[in-house]
């Protein structure tokens, strides 16, 4: 297991046994591993599920159910040798039918269409030469398998539960998977309860013999919590917080950048006023990133330059300070695009129209208060620029509506990605299933194209370095904003705390104890 | 029989006024509502800013008092709402034949058989969050409370001796019901409409909190007190001072409301 | 012969804000041991404050002052809340004035007994005191609840509560209000009874008659002061007071012939029958008015008069008969058609004030009923009442003001025949008097036809040409007035008469 | 006896299937289709899309879908979750509980509050008080209320669990936001009862009977105060079933109102169906109980002599 973080003095040397009580934000809508959609649940899924590879700390991967694999000449199969000995919590073997269960399971029509129709669209099949070896055979190369395969929704589930499960896609007791605890207790709306799993193949048992996940939904509840000793570990630390939490000296905070894409507004290019790249640099340059991110969040975030996280391996450092924080420019480029006028509001106009841009935001899916950015954002494009940015916040049918519709000028998103490729493609990628800036690039495509073919990490890392200059700084088809980041608070006494070393998502719970 | 109103109510009223003068002109009495200083963030109340400033250096005065028109605004229009369609459905129910009564009132029911929340929460996903959603829904959602009033006040004007008498003076029914059942039935209906407003102000206060109200920036109270709270250990009064307010403009309505309905029923023996 | 309470000057004021009600002011008397002590007097006189406030419950925010107020010997004064619940029940039984809402609606009527025993430790069963009041079946009353009792059945009922712990006495305030004459008849003969049996009294009434045959002494108050006093057969034979002449007058109205009546018939009733369900309220009901004719329609409460007047004045269908107005037919018309002919047909009601738009102006309630453009004040000033009132709402008038002006609107479509449904039964007596009068003027001067019904024998005997006796929805007896009032042939109309309280000058 | 019940039984089914064919449309009407709202915010193919469509039935037209929904909700069959994969009847029965304690605790609580309030608070001055803390109370809005109590009582005091279902104590602060209000109304009703039926000549009757004020209070006058409280119970029920979604989420509490309230912002069609009935339900029941609670304390409303 990848314990990031180093053991705390304060919590001693690793003690084994006693139980933990952990407040997290989100409440998943499944404990089925591949059904898996939500990146705040992943400390969840990582306790029971676990699958043939994981990331290491310098974005490679390392095997887990798998002792190792080779890839074929021509990139296009995969060949992973088996870890012998793994038993499902369930008491069945795990072995290479049980792998090819699981990615037969995937492809069902019904069961799981997001990852068959993304992740696995390459697959043409698997083939189990012997018990200990696996054979995914593609139809074109396609590094990204490999990320798959360390994700939560590539989580080898017992095949015996896969048929026998009631309520199999939302998971939960009846999934028995091969992690260090077992999930043996869920009430809704309320928390969910692991159990050490004793007969967990790796060097040793996890420390904890029970842990808790509370969910904990108001950040001010979580916080409360915490300092009233309710509970001893929680995650998603809001920013108002955070001092508070850093002077208490019987807590701990920790954070870490998350992996994948950075918050960031994708302009949407297919109809004015943003097919303008004038307006669209505008836009971008009229915003002081620095200072909207301290008011919201008080200093604790961390600026994005580029589309992907600075966390990632292929984050192209170049890009920082050479754009942005420019009204004078910005004005500049407004008055040449025609939208020069102003009406009584102080908002441009151009033929009597005023420059409005819109924002839909998804309510159940805002977090981090992007909401309050979104308003910040709002007085800030309107005093330096006399930009109208519109911004709503509705639920998922109308947001969903209003996409398809194309009645947005700005969408924004994040992705927390493992593999920050993952990312790119399907936001900027003309195929992209989360495109929704409706730029059509053949060049962009080729580079995308690209660095997904080649496992090398070089030839990547120069494809979307490439990738970035060009929406960022020369297409200003994106402004990003801030790297999303997770936080851990805890008591002294908890030690082994961590974040997983790729995707910066807090870690799950087999390296964590409790000092007595 | 002229009772001068208690300091209660005399205190209650000037609230009111100040409260209807800051919907009709905010501008008189507070600054931009919308005028964000990131410099000047969550600062605490004070002779600068007398309610103090909001997470994005708001001052949190201007927005409460530009807020009063929005607040207001939302219940006026969904008063308004519930008390027509309530009036006019209530009369009819009224006067109806047996089985109309009887449909009307179990439409009430099945109305009345939505909680609020549960009514606003549908109405909102089909006109979006926002005013327009938030006012539907507290409108039809306060609807039955007057239908019922009026229909039951209607059986008893229908009853009363001046309405069977004037049969007897040779009006036809709708002359009847224009000259005698209409006023008759809506006399109390001001009144009620007025501490219904206190209802449907606190309502829209609820939902606004829950996310349905109108978008931000708007200086809503009820989203002002939703935003706020996630401050309220390190800067309470950015929601507990909207808070207050809504609590005073509420009670001050009922109170006021209140006040009006006894002097309306001292006057009137029935 | 004990003093059982001694008052002097006693006053008694409700300070309700600004709104200060002197009700009682500078009442003085006696009550002794066996006596039967009768306080009469008009609506708001103070009689209802007086007789509440010897327990002790004038009522909240009432003020009591007091020369001499001494109650069972000692000076209440000074009585502590104790001192008075132990009075209350215990040396006072009080029947309220408001009989029919005296009794918890929630509890059963034995329970309500029980309760005076338990307050007074007394050993006694509500059955047996529910016998002693001359419930028939006690066991099975005392099961039941208020409502499920006849007016006469709870005020013996309230009675039994009253003297449940044996008090020395009893205070009766109006006990016969509401009731039927005959009713009325056999409760004052249980109390009658109760002060033969050595209880004192104090009656409360409006009705000199009815009090005339109990009191030993009687008290005459107006405005919250006594004005006569005296032993009831010398005040009522030589009253000195100018009103305690009017309440003498008032209680022995004679009969007041009118012109003759010509043979012209105005409305006919034939068969006439109304079915509520499976209740018949008025069946086979057949009648002639003729111009200028008072019919008096007698009957105890529930026997159909209202149903009758609402059958003919066409505000309810028959189930089976004939109305006939001025020799057209009335009944089963269309109300298009009919509504021409309404202004022919008028009511005054019982309750002039529900008979009004609360919100309409006198100016425009008469002015409704007069040709567009006429003045109301001629009518008006017909009926008594001048310009004064013309812009006064119903609820600032006096109850003898509002039926005037029920008067005036029924008189203004110079109607041929007006329904009057218990024109005088809520009024004050002397009030009472006034507007008979004023209704016999009419017909001897406009020769309009009265339907005139009335639970009260006197009234209608009074004013009436012919009379019509009604007992469940049926007509029992109907005749020209003197002759059935000299010679009852049905033995109902015989029970009525005989029940019928007069007043007993003669000594 | 027995027509009145089976008269409001059927009125209750007719309100029952109002409420569930108006959420119905209602949804239906709602802005982007169900589709939309299964594929929620993750990625978005045609291929994806024909596959949701394919196992939800949605290619059928409403009205079939409609009838169906019907068909299968009279036999006590749900359906399943959009979002949650689960039976529906499994995720409103597991919310059901923590909702139906919270609220049974807060009625009770608010209902004793107002009843001890309403006979204790009789001199003028408590009186006056009360009233005062009345009015504030049911004019507060129920979150801030509940916000200051976390904040007082959990947070700096430490007194009551932050949050969740555990036991008694995670439900003393929720129930007390949630019954304040309800107090506060119940109060001013039951006094306004009281007053008029201390008024009423039974009320001065029995005082002339010798009865303690205290007894007259509590054996004549709390029944006829009672009586107008007990139509409020559609009223309670609404604020307690609406209340317990602002308090559920204020406390982090699971139940009936967090689901909602997902459900509704997913569209998540069957679980918000199922919401609708269960509410109607309770609705139809609880007035059902009330008319007849009407008839067991009002001998005059049972007719025959
Ligand atoms: N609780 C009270 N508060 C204020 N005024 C009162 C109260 N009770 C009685 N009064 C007033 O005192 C006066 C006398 O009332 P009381 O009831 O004694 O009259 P009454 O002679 O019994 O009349 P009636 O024949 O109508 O019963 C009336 O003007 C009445 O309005
Ligand atoms: N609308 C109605 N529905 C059912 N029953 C009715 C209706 N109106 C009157 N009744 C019944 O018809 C009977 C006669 O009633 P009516 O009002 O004519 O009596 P009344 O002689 O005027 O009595 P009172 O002296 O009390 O006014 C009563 O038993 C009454 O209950
Ligand atoms: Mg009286
Ligand atoms: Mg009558
Ligand atoms: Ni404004």
């Known amino acids: ?516 | 029989m002229m009772r001068l109103p208690g300091p209660g109510v005399a205190a209650s009223a000037a609230f009111l006024a100040v409260a209807v003068l800051a919907a009709a002109r905010p501008s008189w009495l507070a600054a931009d509502p919308l005028a964000a200083d990131p410099l000047h963030v969550l600062e605490a109340p004070g002779a600068a800013h007398w309610f103090g400033t909001d997470q994005l250096g708001r001052d949190v005065f201007d927005r409460v008092v530009h807020g009063a028109r929005h607040s207001l605004a939302i219940g006026l229009a969904a008063t308004l709402i519930a008390v027509t369609a309530g009036v006019t459905l209530g009369v009819l129910a009224g006067l109806a034949h047996r089985y109309a009564d009887e449909a009307l009132t179990r439409g009430f029911d099945a109305l009345s058989a939505f909680p609020l929340l549960l009514l606003a929460l549908l109405f909102i996903t089909i006109a979006g969050p926002g005013t327009a959603g938030l006012v539907g829904a507290i409108g039809i959602a306060t609807l039955p409370h007057y239908a019922r009033v009026v229909r039951a006040q209607t059986f008893v004007v229908r009853r009363a001796g001046y309405v069977t008498g004037a049969v007897a003076y040779g009006g036809t029914r709708l002359r009847l019901v224009a000259r005698h059942v209409l006023p008759n039935v809506l006399g109390p209906v001001p009144v009620l409409a007025m501490i219904g407003l206190g209802e449907a102000v606190l309502a829209a206060a609820g939902l606004s909190f829950l996310g349905m109200g109108p978008q931000p920036p708007s200086p809503e109270w009820g989203a002002m007190l939703a935003d706020g709270r996630n401050y309220l250990r390190i800067a309470w009064w950015a929601s507990i001072l909207p808070g207050v307010v809504v609590t005073l403009t509420v009670v001050s309505l009922t109170v006021v409301g209140r006040h009006l309905q006894h002097r309306f029923e001292g006057r009137d023996p029935r | ?507 | ?305």
């Open chain 4, 1 to 305: 006896m027995l027509r009145p019940v089976l008269r409001r039984v059927a009125t209750g089914l007719v309100v029952l299937w109002a409420a569930a064919t108006a959420a119905y449309l209602a949804l239906l009407a709602a802005p982007g289709d169900t589709v939309d709202s299964i594929v929620g915010d993750g990625a978005d193919t045609p291929q994806i899309r024909a596959q949701i469509i394919d196992e939800w039935g949605l290619d059928r037209p409403a009205l079939v879908q409609y009838l169906d929904y019907l068909a299968r909700a009279a036999r006590g069959d749900l359906g399943r979750s959009y979002l949650l994969h689960r039976p529906v009847s499994a995720i409103v029965g597991e919310q059901v509980g923590p909702t139906l304690r919270l609220a049974v605790l807060a009625a009770a609580l608010g209902i004793a509050l107002a009843l001890v309030l309403a006979v204790t608070t009789r001199r003028p001055w408590a009186r006056r008080v009360s009233s005062a803390a009345e009015l504030v109370l049911v004019s507060t809005p129920p979150f801030l209320i509940g916000i200051v109590l976390l904040s007082v009582f959990s947070f700096r005091l430490g007194l009551f669990p932050v949050s969740g279902d555990r036991g008694f104590a995670a439900l003393v602060l929720p129930a007390v936001t949630l019954a304040l209000p309800v107090a506060g109304v119940l109060t001013q009703v039951l006094r306004d009862g009281l007053d008029r039926a201390l008024d009423e000549p039974f009320a001065v009757t029995a005082r002339a009977r010798g009865l303690r004020e205290g007894a007259v209070l509590v054996r004549h006058a709390l029944r006829h105060a009672l009586l107008p409280a007990v139509t409020l119970v559609g009223w309670l029920f609404g604020i307690l079933l609406g209340g317990a979604v602002i308090v559920e989420q204020v406390f982090g509490r699971p139940g009936l109102g967090q689901v909602t309230l997902a459900a509704v912002t997913a569209k998540d069609l069957p679980v918000v169906l199922a919401v609708v009935v269960l509410s109607a339900l309770v609705y139809v029941v609880l007035n059902t109980a009330a008319d007849l609670a009407y008839l067991i304390v009002d001998p005059r409303l049972r007719g025959s002599r």
């Open chain 3, 1 to 507: 012969m004990s003093t059982l309470i001694r008052v002097e000057d006693l006053h008694v004021a409700f300070a309700a804000g600004r709104d200060r009600v002197e009700a009682v002011r500078g009442v003085g008397f006696t009550v002794a041991a066996g006596e039967c002590v009768a306080i009469v007097g008009e609506s708001g006189s103070g009689k209802s404050v007086t007789a509440r406030t010897l327990v002790g419950l004038a009522g909240p925010g009432a003020e009591v002052r007091a020369a001499t107020f001494e109650v069972n010997g000692r000076d209440a004064r000074r009585y502590a809340d104790r001192d008075w619940r132990r009075l209350r029940g215990g040396f006072a039984g009080l029947v309220l004035q408001d009989a029919l809402v005296s009794l918890d609606p929630l509890r059963t009527v034995g329970a309500e007994i029980g309760e005076a025993l338990l307050a007074h430790r007394r050993a006694d069963t509500p059955e047996r005191l529910l016998a002693e009041v001359h419930v028939p079946e006690p066991g099975r009353r005392a099961r039941q609840y208020p409502h499920q009792l006849s007016g006469g059945l709870r005020q013996r009922a309230l009675i039994a509560s009253a003297i449940a712990a044996r008090p020395p006495l009893l205070i009766a305030d109006e006990p016969t209000t509401a009731l039927d004459v005959t009713v009325q008849a056999q409760i004052l003969a249980l109390l009658a009874e109760r002060r033969a049996a050595g209880e004192a009294l104090l009656l409360i009434s409006h009705d000199l008659a009815v009090v005339s045959r109990l009191a030993d002494r009687v008290l005459v108050m107006k405005d919250g002061v006594i004005v006569e006093s005296g032993p009831a057969r010398e005040l009522l034979a030589a009253a000195r007071h100018p009103y305690t002449r009017k309440l003498v007058a008032a209680a022995s109205l004679d009969r007041r012939a009118g012109p003759p009546v010509r043979d012209e018939v105005v409305l006919s009733a034939a068969g006439l029958r109304k079915d509520y369900g499976r209740h018949t309220a008025v069946g086979d009901v057949s009648f002639d008015v003729r111009r200028g004719e008072v019919l008096g329609v007698v009957g105890e409460s529930g026997s159909g008069k209202s149903t009758v007047a609402h059958l003919i004045l066409g505000l309810t269908t028959p189930t089976a008969g004939r109305v006939t107005l001025e020799g057209e037919p009335w009944s089963g018309v269309p109300e298009r058609r009919r509504r021409p002919r309404r202004r022919r047909l008028q009511l005054i009601s019982q309750d002039p004030l529900s008979s009004f738009d609360p919100r309409w102006t006198v100016r425009r309630i008469v002015g409704e009923a007069l040709p567009r453009g006429d003045s109301p004040l001629p009518l008006l000033e017909r009926v008594g009442l001048g310009a004064a009132v013309l812009d006064r709402y119903p609820r600032q008038l006096s109850g003898g003001q509002r039926q005037r002006v029920a008067i005036a609107r029924a008189l203004a479509p110079r109607p041929a025949l007006i329904v009057c449904d218990e024109p005088v039964s809520a009024l004050d007596v002397s009030v009472q008097a006034q507007i008979l009068d004023l209704l016999a003027d009419i017909r001897t001067t406009d020769g309009t036809a009265l339907l005139f019904i009335s639970h009260d024998l006197g009234v209608v005997h009074h004013l009436a040409d012919r009379l019509l006796v009604m007992r469940d929805g049926r007509v029992v007896e109907q005749g020209p007035v003197d002759e059935v009032y000299a010679r009852p042939r049905h033995e109902y109309t015989r029970e009525l008469l005989a029940a019928v309280p007069t007043l007993e000058v003669s000594p």
């Open chain 1, 1 to 516: 297991g990848g314990g990031g973080g180093a053991p705390a003095a304060d919590a001693g040397q690793p003690v084994s046994g006693g139980s933990l009580i952990w407040g997290v934000e989100t409440e998943p809508i499944t404990f089925n591993p591949h059904q898996y959609a939500q990146a705040k649940a992943r400390l969840l899924v990582g306790n029971t599920f676990e699958g043939l590879l994981t990331h290491d700390a310098e974005g490679g991967y390392t095997p887990r159910l798998a002792t190792g694999y080779e890839v074929s000449a021509d990139g296009k199969s995969y060949t992973f040798h088996l870890r012998g000995g793994v038993v499902f919590s369930d008491g069945t073997g795990f072995d290479a039918a049980a792998v090819k269960a699981n990615a037969d399971q995937l492809r069902a029509p019904g069961y799981a269409p997001a990852v068959a129709a993304v992740q696995l669209r390459n697959l043409s099949g698997v083939e189990t030469p012997d018990p200990a070896t696996v054979v995914y055979r593609l139809t074109r190369p396609d590094v990204l398998l490999l990320d798959f395969l360390a994700s939560p929704q590539g989580a080898i589930v017992s095949p015996k539960s896969l048929r026998e499960a009631p309520d199999l896609k939302a998971g939960g007791p009846a999934l028995a998977g091969t992690g260090p605890f077992v999930l043996d207790r869920y009430s809704a709306g309320q928390e969910v309860h692991f159990t050490r799993n004793p007969r967990y193949w790796g060097e040793r048992p996890a420390y904890l013999e029970q842990v808790t996940y509370r969910f904990l939904k108001e950040s001010s509840v979580r916080v409360g919590a915490l300092t009233s000793g309710q509970v001893q570990v929680i995650e998603g630390v809001p920013a108002t917080d955070q001092a508070l939490i850093t002077a208490d000296p019987r807590l701990r905070f920790t954070r870490a950048l998350n992996s994948g894409s950075a918050y960031a507004y994708y302009l949407n290019v297919s109809h004015a006023p943003f097919d303008d790249v004038r307006v669209r640099k505008a836009f971008r340059d009229a915003v002081d990133v620095d200072t909207v991110l301290n008011a919201v969040y008080r200093g604790t975030a961390t600026r994005a330059w580029s589309v992907l996280s600075p966390s990632g391996p292929f984050y192209d450092k170049s890009i920082e300070g050479g754009y942005g924080n420019d009204p004078v420019g910005a004005n500049r480029l407004l008055d040449e695009a025609g939208w020069s006028t102003r009406d009584a509001e102080g908002f441009r106009t151009r033929d009597g129209k005023r420059l409005t841009v819109r924002l839909v935001q998804s309510a159940p899916f805002v977090r981090d208060r992007r909401d309050v950015l979104a308003q910040t954002v709002q007085a800030a494009v309107k005093r330096s620029a006399g930009i109208d940015l519109q911004v709503s916040l509705v639920d998922q049918g109308t947001a969903t509506k209003a996409l398809e519709d194309g009645a947005y000028e700005v969408f924004d998103n994040s992705r927390a990605d493992t593999d920050a490729g993952a990312a790119l493609n399907l936001l900027l990628h003309s195929q992209g299933a989360i495109n929704r800036t409706g730029h059509r690039d053949r060049s962009l495509d080729r580079l995308l194209d690209q660095g997904q073919a080649t496992g090398d990490a070089a030839r990547r890392s120069a494809a979307y370095r490439q990738v970035q200059r060009k929406v960022v700084a020369d297409d200003a088809l994106v402004l990003p904003l801030y790297a999303p980041a997770d936080q851990l608070a805890a008591s002294r006494s908890v030690g082994g705390l961590g974040f997983e070393p790729t995707a910066g998502v807090p870690d799950r719970a087999y390296g964590v104890w409790v000092a007595r």
